[in-house]
């Protein structure tokens, strides 16, 4: 039986290739794609986090587990499951201005597409002006915005006056995301929505939709 205190622990030590082998093998094994995330990836970047907090963990390290994180998450991305496949429409999502985390960002993308949205990715550090072409470009329903500081959080609000001040915001609904980020903060800002967590972006995304 896999042992998952085993891979968040691989996790935490930020040994990638080791994570990639141990999440095959669970996967070899039979273990669920979306339990091996919840219960052992995740968790581990919570200690992670912690451990930084406490200055039990420099950048680097985190950075390594950052790495580690990612090559597990290409790994299970095609097995997470889909509750539903056909085309649900069209999301851009990019993490905010000044912020680089894409962790949390990236899965809730991978969240999306496997529930059968087309999603268009923006990456880290999107000014509100990127978000405003890519809006011009793509011809979205939906922008979906990920902050992980507190100091980035501001540039969500300035994202949403760019998209008003550019007349785009009656197109578009804009939900919005990330650890310091909630329900109240995204009512203030005037976005449609807010989401916890990857699962709950994509049932918001469709309520929205449908
Ligand atoms: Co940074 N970092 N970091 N970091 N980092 C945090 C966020 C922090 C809480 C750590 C801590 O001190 N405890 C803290 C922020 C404090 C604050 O502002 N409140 C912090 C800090 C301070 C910093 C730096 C300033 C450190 C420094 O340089 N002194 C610096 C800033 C760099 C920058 O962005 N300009 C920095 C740098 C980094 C690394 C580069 C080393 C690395 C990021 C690597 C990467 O992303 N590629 C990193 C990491 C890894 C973290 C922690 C440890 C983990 C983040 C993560 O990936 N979590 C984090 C501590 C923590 O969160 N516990 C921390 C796992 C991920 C799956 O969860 O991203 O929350 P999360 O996403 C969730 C939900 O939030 C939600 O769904 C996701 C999945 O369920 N969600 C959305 C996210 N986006 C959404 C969008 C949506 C909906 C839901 O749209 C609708």
Do not use: C, W
């Amino acid at each position: 039986m896999t042992d998952l205190n085993k891979l968040s622990e691989t996790l935490i030590a930020g040994k990638g290739p080791d994570l990639k082998n141990q999440v095959q093998q669970a996967i070899d094994e039979g273990t669920d794609a979306s339990q091996i995330l919840n219960s052992a990836l995740l968790p581990g970047m919570e200690v992670v986090g912690e451990r930084m907090e406490n200055g039990d963990m420099f950048i680097p390290e985190v950075l390594m587990s950052a790495k580690a994180m990612s090559g597990a998450l290409e790994i299970l991305k095609p097995l997470l499951s889909a509750e539903e496949s056909k085309s649900a429409g069209k999301v851009i999502i990019g993490t905010v201005k000044g912020d680089l985390h894409d962790i949390g960002k990236n899965l809730v993308s991978m969240m999306l597409e496997s529930a059968g949205f087309e999603v268009i990715n923006l990456g880290v550090d999107i000014a509100p002006e990127g978000f405003v072409e890519a809006v011009k470009k793509h011809d979205p329903q939906i922008v979906a915005l990920s902050a992980l500081l507190t100091t980035t959080m501001t540039q969500m609000q300035k994202t949403i006056d760019a998209l008003k001040e550019n007349g785009l915001k009656d197109q578009v609904k804009v939900i919005v995301g990330g650890a310091p980020v909630t329900e109240k903060f995204a009512k203030e800002i005037g976005a449609e929505g807010y989401a916890p967590d990857a699962g709950s972006a994509n049932k918001l995304a469709r309520s929205l939709l449908h």
